[in-house]
């Protein structure tokens, strides 16, 4: 592999999760969703030309896969990254299947999460610039994030009528999910 800085492999990284159409909550694939063949060589491409560590790649094409849609593969992936990372990447896997009582198991694998502050910083950003202050006491207790309260706010929407209404904006928050994984993944590189 050439070097480069993380940096890099960040703006390398976020084309493949470019795009107005985000994920759904669920386990639904998006109508013009990158092939599998293509995605994975299109991953294989930015590895070459990145100093990304082994681990980091499998986090990298695990996040890949279950922004792309396909939570089977990212599922093969996540289950065998034994790190809080890849616990992480597992349990919002799960909370997309939907399955919240295996999603919050894997959150308790989690722990605290390094990622946990800047998605809490992020998400707090964004509800406050919405009329959603009872969703930003939900899912930002005492300042902090709460995985656990993001997969009871997916259940209420996929359950609850009255809650599908926040589905774009949980959708959002998903995104900011990944961007700050990726980010953090995209800096572990090869010494």
């Known amino acids: 592999m050439t070097g480069c800085s993380p940096h890099n492999a960040l703006m390398i990284l976020k084309p493949l999760f470019a795009g107005d159409d985000l994920p759904a909550l669920g386990p639904e694939p998006r109508v013009g969703r990158t092939l599998l063949a293509e995605l994975n060589r299109q991953l294989d491409s930015v590895f070459k030309k990145n100093a990304l560590s ?98 009871d706010a997916v259940e209420s929407a996929a359950c609850n009528r009255c809650a599908a209404d926040y589905d774009p904006l949980l959708r959002q928050i998903q995104r900011i999910e990944f961007e700050v994984l990726l980010e953090r993944f995209s800096a572990v590189t090869t010494h």
């Open 54 to 151: 082994d681990d980091a790649q499998s986090l990298v094409r695990s996040t890949a896969l279950l922004w792309h849609d396909y939570l089977d593969e990212s599922h093969t992936l996540s289950q065998d990254i034994e790190s809080a990372d890849g616990s992480f990447l597992h349990g919002i896997m799960h909370r997309r299947e939907p399955d919240y009582a295996n999603a919050k198991y894997w959150f308790r694998r989690v722990g605290t999460h390094p990622s946990f502050s800047e998605i809490a910083r992020r998400v707090g950003d964004l509800l406050g610039s919405t009329n959603h202050g009872d969703l930003k006491r939900q899912l930002i207790p005492d300042g902090r994030w709460d995985a656990f309260a993001m997969v």
